[in-house]
């Protein structure tokens, strides 16, 4: 895998997509689980090799039965929105998303808690989905902080609790990704609350 590594990465010299797929297809065969998943990825963007995304999820199935997390985040990213030859299949990609989750894979649980939250494609369920944000978000997932901190600050599925909705929109506003939108949150929480306006519980420094 080292050596498919460096032709897709460039390193060292040319970057080559089709050298790579010949040497990750040939440790993929062998079983190794990174190659696998790597290999995954050039069938599925068809660089090095033409598009294939049947054989992308194949690809990714196996690593995935194997343990490898990364794999079951993405199959379950495949069959959640269905792709080109791969239909849409919700439960499926749920069930790859929980095994990831369980296993710690914090954008699987912010995944999860999403669809949840939203009931895309399956029931709304907030109970689970404040569940789900609540693990990513202790592993500093910024849009899980962002989301859990708006169903505590604006009381979405658990009973209002303004102290602890700030504390976690206050952990999202300092990652780049959710900046603007968790000090948006804030100021329209500070804006809706007189009590809030002024207080140390509701800081507007930018």
Sequence with gaps: TNLAGLYAEGLGGKKDNAMAVKWYLRAADQGILEAQ?????????GQGVPRNTKKAAALLESAAAAGYIE????????????????????????????????????????????????????PKNLSLAGEWFTKAAHQGHAKAQLDLG??????????????????????????????????????MLCDSDPELLGSTSCPRPW
């Excluded at 602890?164 to 900046?179: C, D, F, S, V, Y």
């Excluded at 603007?180 to 804030?186: L, W």
Aim: hydrophobic content about 35%; overall charge positive; cysteine-free.
């Design 37 to 45: 998943f790597n290999l995954s990825n050039f069938y599925e963007s």
């Design 71 to 122: 794999a079951a985040f993405n199959l379950g990213n495949l069959y959640a929105t269905g792709r080109d030859d791969v239909p849409k299949n919700v439960e499926q990609g749920m069930a790859w998303y929980k095994r990831a989750a369980e296993r710690g894979y914090a954008s699987a649980q912010y995944n999860l808690g999403s669809m949840y939250a939203q009931g895309r494609d399956i």
């Design 150 to 187: 708006s169903m505590y600050a604006f009381g979405i599925g658990y009973a209002r609790n303004v102290s602890e909705g700030i504390r976690w929109l206050n952990q999202a506003a300092a990652k780049p990704p959710t900046t603007v939108e968790a000090r948006k949150r804030i100021q």
